[in-house]
């Protein structure tokens, strides 16, 4: 009995001996895996910050959504605003200070606000604006609101309002969108002359509050958004910019080769577009010359997209060249260099005699000009995005490659730190997260101070470029990049590593 009794005395002060042991052990091994961690950190950060980075892309490439063949490609298509013709800074100044005249003369708002100036460099286009409570804020591919980019005017709103306003950080759809992202309750900011607009409202919701002027932020709205129409529908605007068509219109002196170089190449050429023929014809011949409609097979003016994607019941109308008014019969083909009114895509195809899958059309506006596009009709399509060029000349810097670097570096340090039960370990998490969010706020102001990259927020896409990846099969900042490539190239989206996969 005593033996038996000792034995077993023996045995669990054994086991209470290797219990002890495994735990000093354990205690020790975290005590080296903190130390570890600290070094780790030293070396990570100094060769992050000293390495050189080889990141340069070209800004003018052609990024691919979905693989392209252009030997499939036997038709070019194009939008002609931001498109074919790209317009200088003072454009959006025009548009803003016609917008705020309309406002004071005809909806009576106050003349103090004629000090107001359009401000290049307030925010980036993919906004969205909520109607009802007068917000601007930039929302990911995911409908979530990126916390640090929401306003009230030019003023911040901390994030605890911005959680409590909608309870958390997530849209639902019906709150943000329709299919075109003009919505009930939301719009999304999203065409070149939206910056115009962003910024009068901004502006005019802090006169308002300056002057301690109560007002229903969806009046505003609906108003500057009835103004900015105006601007195009009077067509004020485009009497001033084709008597001045210089000081609006960049040069570009590559459109007219890369026009031939199509037309060399036995592609087909056309244009469709919402502008008026008086607007496009004095912007084409002060970029190309007066003989610019020999070019193109087919060219639409008035097109009225999106709708003219969609309404099957509107017939094209010619416009003679003797005065340009339109014709009383029905077009019944199209004529090289000539120009038509109107119509819609499903009748474009069938007098011109184009097959959708071999089309690809170019255009700025992703709901206008790509959406029933992609969607309904099977064209190919491409976005054109001059901020690319500006994207890319910020991330392709060592300064943004290192703060990149060094931002995952410190979520790798971060997820290890977690992995360890200790108080040094969590004081450790706990400072690298603070720092985590000031290099993450460096990234964001490389951009734009108050609403960072159009394409991306902290970790996801935006919004905007979710929906460049749905519509644009391609994307590019110029139209005329595709110079840089022969029209047998095929081009591969690029296959990105799901979370549970490594490439």
Same mark, same amino acid.
């Given at each position: 009995?005593?033996?038996?009794?000792?034995?077993?005395?023996?045995?669990?002060?054994?086991?209470?001996?290797?219990?002890?042991?495994?735990? #000093?052990?354990?205690?020790?091994?975290?005590? &080296?895996?903190?130390?570890?961690?600290?070094?780790?950190?030293?070396?990570?950060?100094?060769?992050?910050?000293?390495?050189?980075?080889?990141?340069? !892309?070209?800004?003018?490439?052609?990024?691919?959504? *979905?693989?392209?063949?252009?030997?499939?490609?036997?038709?070019?298509?194009?939008?002609?605003?931001?498109?074919?013709?790209?317009?200088?800074?003072?454009?959006?100044?025009?548009?803003?200070?016609?917008?705020?005249?309309?406002?004071?003369?005809?909806?009576?708002?106050?003349?103090?606000?004629?000090?107001?100036?359009?401000?290049?460099?307030?925010?980036?286009?993919?906004?969205?604006?909520?109607?009802?409570?007068?917000?601007?804020?930039?929302?990911?591919?995911?409908?979530? !609101?990126?916390?640090?980019?929401?306003?009230?005017?030019?003023?911040?709103?901390?994030?605890?309002?911005?959680?409590?306003?909608?309870?958390?950080?997530?849209?639902?759809?019906?709150?943000?969108?329709?299919?075109?992202?003009?919505?009930?309750?939301?719009?999304?900011?999203?065409?070149?002359?939206?910056?115009?607009? +962003?910024?009068?409202?901004?502006?005019?919701? %802090?006169?308002?509050?300056?002057?301690?002027?109560?007002?229903?932020?969806?009046?505003? =709205?609906?108003?500057?958004?009835?103004?900015?129409?105006?601007?195009?529908?009077?067509?004020?605007?485009?009497?001033?910019?084709?008597?001045?068509?210089?000081?609006?219109?960049?040069? %570009?002196?590559?459109?007219?080769?890369?026009?031939?170089?199509?037309?060399?190449?036995?592609?087909?050429?056309?244009?469709?577009?919402?502008?008026?023929?008086?607007?496009?014809?004095?912007? +084409?011949? #002060?970029?190309?010359?007066? %003989?610019? $409609?020999?070019?193109? %097979?087919?060219?639409?003016?008035?097109?009225? *997209?999106?709708?003219?994607?969609?309404?099957?019941?509107?017939?094209?109308? #010619?416009?003679?060249?003797?005065?340009?008014?339109?014709?009383?019969?029905?077009?019944?083909?199209?004529? &090289?260099?000539? !120009?038509?009114?109107?119509?819609?895509? $499903?009748?474009?195809?069938?007098?011109?005699?184009?097959?959708?899958?071999?089309?690809?059309?170019?255009?700025?506006? !992703?709901? &206008?000009?790509?959406?029933?596009?992609?969607?309904?009709?099977?064209?190919?399509?491409?976005?054109?995005?001059?901020?690319?060029? &500006?994207?890319?000349?910020?991330?392709?810097?060592?300064?943004?490659?290192?703060?990149?670097?060094?931002?995952?570096?410190?979520?790798?340090?971060?997820?290890?730190?977690?992995?360890?039960?200790?108080?040094?370990?969590?004081?450790?998490?706990?400072?690298?997260?603070?720092?985590?969010?000031?290099?993450?706020?460096?990234?964001?102001?490389?951009?734009?101070?108050?609403?960072?990259?159009?394409?991306?927020?902290?970790?996801?896409?935006?919004?905007?470029?979710?929906?460049?990846?749905?519509?644009?099969?391609?994307?590019?900042?110029?139209?005329?990049?595709?110079?840089?490539?022969?029209? #047998?190239?095929? =081009?591969?989206?690029?296959?990105?590593?799901?979370?549970?996969?490594?490439?």
């Amino acid at each position: 009995m005593l033996s038996r009794y000792l034995k077993k005395v023996n045995v669990v002060s054994l086991s209470y001996c290797l219990a002890c042991s495994n735990y #000093h052990t354990r205690i020790q091994s975290k005590e &080296r895996s903190t130390s570890d961690l600290l070094d780790s950190y030293k070396i990570e950060k100094e060769k992050s910050m000293n390495q050189s980075y080889n990141a340069y !892309v070209s800004p003018n490439k052609i990024f691919a959504n *979905k693989e392209i063949n252009l030997d499939e490609i036997k038709v070019y298509g194009f939008d002609y605003d931001y498109t074919i013709a790209s317009y200088k800074k003072r454009l959006q100044y025009l548009i803003f200070d016609m917008a705020l005249n309309i406002l004071i003369e005809d909806n009576k708002y106050p003349k103090g606000m004629k000090s107001l100036t359009y401000d290049p460099d307030f925010g980036v286009r993919g906004l969205h604006y909520d109607i009802e409570k007068g917000l601007l804020m930039k929302i990911d591919s995911q409908h979530h !609101v990126e916390l640090g980019t929401v306003y009230r005017g030019y003023t911040p709103l901390d994030d605890s309002e911005v959680l409590s306003t909608y309870d958390g950080t997530h849209l639902s759809v019906q709150y943000l969108s329709s299919f075109y992202d003009n919505g009930k309750y939301m719009r999304q900011l999203i065409d070149m002359d939206s910056l115009s607009e +962003m910024v009068l409202l901004s502006q005019i919701a %802090d006169y308002f509050k300056q002057k301690s002027m109560s007002f229903d932020p969806k009046y505003i =709205f609906m108003d500057v958004k009835a103004a900015i129409k105006k601007v195009h529908v009077s067509g004020n605007m485009h009497t001033t910019v084709q008597n001045a068509i210089g000081d609006y219109l960049e040069p %570009d002196k590559n459109l007219i080769e890369l026009l031939e170089y199509l037309l060399s190449a036995g592609k087909k050429l056309f244009i469709i577009t919402n502008s008026p023929f008086s607007f496009l014809d004095a912007g +084409m011949t #002060h970029l190309i010359g007066s %003989d610019w $409609r020999s070019l193109f %097979d087919v060219i639409i003016t008035s097109a009225r *997209k999106p709708g003219f994607y969609t309404d099957a019941f509107h017939h094209f109308r #010619h416009l003679t060249a003797s005065d340009w008014t339109t014709s009383w019969d029905r077009v019944k083909y199209f004529e &090289r260099g000539n !120009v038509y009114q109107r119509g819609s895509a $499903r009748e474009f195809l069938k007098l011109a005699g184009f097959k959708g899958s071999e089309v690809l059309y170019f255009g700025d506006q !992703v709901y &206008r000009d790509l959406a029933d596009l992609a969607l309904k009709l099977g064209w190919k399509t491409g976005a054109i995005i001059p901020e690319l060029e &500006r994207e890319i000349e910020v991330t392709s810097s060592d300064n943004y490659q290192q703060a990149l670097n060094w931002l995952i570096s410190l979520e790798k340090l971060i997820e290890q730190a977690q992995g360890i039960r200790s108080a040094q370990a969590l004081q450790l998490s706990n400072e690298w997260k603070q720092e985590h969010q000031e290099v993450r706020n460096l990234l964001k102001v490389s951009f734009n101070p108050r609403f960072g990259s159009m394409f991306r927020t902290s970790i996801k896409p935006t919004y905007f470029s979710g929906r460049i990846a749905r519509y644009a099969d391609l994307y590019t900042s110029s139209i005329t990049n595709f110079l840089n490539y022969q029209l #047998h190239h095929t =081009f591969y989206q690029k296959r990105a590593a799901l979370p549970h996969e490594i490439i």
